[in-house]
């Protein structure tokens, strides 16, 4: 049985859950993993077991610079003086 709860593609295989048990899962996996987005879950049915198989999409990693001896990821937190002497720096190419 295939399925869209919660925005996740679900399936069970080798038996039947309710609605109520497959949001359980989910919520366990989105608890594990706070800062991915769940985008698949296949449960295999063992009979007293649940297997999980579950498809992430992660994050987009945020670039971190060392910039005027700052660690930064963006220069929108910078004052204009800070502005100015980044865009003063010699940018090397790689």
């Known amino acids: 049985m295939k399925e869209v709860i919660d925005h996740v ?3 069970v295989l080798n038996g039947e859950m309710s609605e109520d048990e497959i949001k359980e899962y989910i919520q366990y996996v989105k608890q ?3 800062h991915e987005t769940l985008t698949s879950l296949t449960l295999t049915v063992d009979g007293e077991f649940v297997d999980l198989h579950y ?3 992660p994050e987009p990693i945020q670039r971190i ?3 005027t001896g700052y660690l930064v990821g963006t220069l929108d937190r910078f004052n204009d003086a800070k502005r ?11």
């Open 65 to 67: 610079r060392r910039i």
């Open 9 to 11: 593609d679900v399936e």
């Open 55 to 57: 498809c992430l999409q």
């Open 84 to 94: 100015a002497e980044e865009h003063d720096r010699v940018k090397h190419q790689v």
């Open 32 to 34: 594990k993993y706070p």
